[in-house]
């Protein structure tokens, strides 16, 4: 949906700060939120249409060489995902 104003952001960070200011309201990862959320300088609307997301998804075919840059990609995820648990295939060198 395309809507209209003074202001359109594509910048999430900023979606959150122009809404905490009055600008508007703002559709963003929770965990952008969260402290706002907690201290009260942002409320939840629209519940109904936010379904929960359980985090990141990646998909790559698996049963190929990843290169190396997919691979570090896979392990930074990791790193900030810990609940990704699936086994990684094994790195093939360059």
Known sequence: ???NGPL???DQPFMVEA????V????VPEHLALDALADGRLERVLDDWCPSMPGLC???SGHRH??????ALITAL???EPH???PLPPIIGK
Request: no cysteine.
């Open 1 to 3: 949906i395309n809507v």
């Open 8 to 10: 359109t952001l594509t």
């Open 19 to 22: 809404a905490m200011d009055g």
């Open 24 to 27: 508007g309201i703002a559709f």
């Open 58 to 60: 990646l998909y790559y």
């Open 66 to 71: 990843v290169s190396v840059a997919l691979r």
């Open 78 to 80: 990791r790193r900030e």
């Open 84 to 86: 990704m648990s699936a």
